[in-house]
Each structure stands twice: as C-alpha cells, then as structure tokens.
C-alpha cells in the first residue's frame, strides 16, 4: 500500500530555514509529479512548489526566490528547501504525489501533513 511519510517541520524564527522531506514507499512502480501543498485554519489548501518527474518546477509566487523543490528518483523522495521563512509562511505542509502502485492505475497520495511554525 503506497503512503507518504513526511518529516522536518518544525519550530523557526523568521529569517530562518527549513527541510521538508516525503518518502513515498509501497509498491511503486512510477511516481509523475510530486508537489508541496500548505494549509492554514479555514483557509483552502495551496499549491507552494511542484516538480515533475523530468525535474522542472513550478512555484507559488509568494515563495519564488526563497523555497526549493527537489526530488530523488532513486529514493523516491522529494525535499523542499525553505529559506529566509517568514510568519506567514506558517502552515500545515503536505507532500501530494501521483504515483502508479500494484493496481497499475496512476493514483494520487497525500502525506500526513508537518506543521512549520515561524515566529516573529
């Protein structure tokens, strides 16, 4: 069974940084795209950074300049480099990926989700 497993969220203060890692494991076969979503309270889930399987990339315009998106095919893992974050950049992060497992049907996944906190 394919999940996502992310880890390094955590608390920062601003100006600071931080790396976000997502596993995915589970019978895979191929993984498309994978992308970093953030959530806050009552407010819709956002896009921040997205990578394709060849390695170009897309991002947020409130994050350009700052956050980087990479992956390791070999791994199956993608990071997401966070840089000079700031208080606003507080959210819960989710890793999302579109991945063909045992069924052989292209499916998507999202992570658990990691808080990232920046202080002020």
């Known amino acids: 069974q394919v999940q996502l497993v992310e880890s390094g969220g955590g608390l920062v203060q601003a100006g600071g940084s931080l790396r976000l890692s997502c596993a995915a494991s589970?019978?895979?076969?191929?993984?498309?795209?994978m992308a970093w979503y953030r959530q806050v309270p009552d407010k819709q889930r956002e896009l921040a950074a997205a990578?394709?399987?060849?390695?170009?990339?897309n991002y947020a315009d409130s994050v350009k300049g700052r956050f980087t998106i990479s992956r390791d095919n070999a791994k199956n893992t993608v990071y997401l480099q966070m840089n000079s974050l700031k208080p606003e950049d507080t959210a819960v992060y989710y890793c999302n990926a579109e991945i063909r497992g045992s069924t052989w049907n292209w499916s998507n996944y999202w992570g658990q989700g990691t808080q990232v906190t920046v202080s002020s």
């Open positions: 589970g019978g895979i076969f191929s993984i498309n795209a």
């Open positions: 990578i394709t399987s060849g390695g170009d990339t």
